[in-house]
Nanobody, 123 residues
Framework: QVRLVESGGGLVQAGGSLRLSCLAS????????MGWFRQAPGKEREFVAA????????VFADSVKGRFSISRDNAKNTVYLQMNSLKAEDTAVYYC????????????????WGQGTQVTVSL
């Protein structure tokens, strides 16, 4: 069992930056691929970014490429999502996810999810 707790959301102006954190507890953190999803009001949850267990491979949605980065600190059981050049369309609840496989995680079929953190980008 893995428990995921996100933090770092908030209100930011367009063009600004935020860094989300996701702290994991439970089973060995380094054994999981980690990722971020988001869900805007009235829309389905969508994939944002993922990182492999060792951190050597990252994947991003086209909508955030070049603006967002994902990293992990296995010693701190934490995965980060650095969001730069934020746009109004980035407004959503952001969820952290964990899975044994990056492919399963990216498909949104993770067994473990956090409770979400709200990100609001104002014009």
């Amino acid at each position: 069992q893995v428990r995921l707790v996100e933090s770092g959301g908030g209100l930011v102006q367009a063009g600004g930056s935020l860094r989300l954190s996701c702290l994991a507890s439970g089973r060995t953190f380094s054994g999981y691929a980690m990722g971020w999803f988001r869900q805007a009001p009235g829309k389905e949850r969508e994939f944002v970014a993922a990182i492999s267990r060792g951190g050597g491979r990252t994947v991003f949605a086209d909508s955030v490429k070049g603006r967002f980065s994902i990293s992990r600190d296995n010693a701190k059981n934490t995965v980060y999502l650095q969001m730069n050049s934020l746009k109004a369309e980035d407004t959503a609840v952001y969820y952290c996810a964990a899975d044994d496989l990056t492919s399963t995680l990216q498909a949104g079929r993770s067994d473990y999810w956090g409770q979400g953190t709200q990100v609001t980008v104002s014009l």
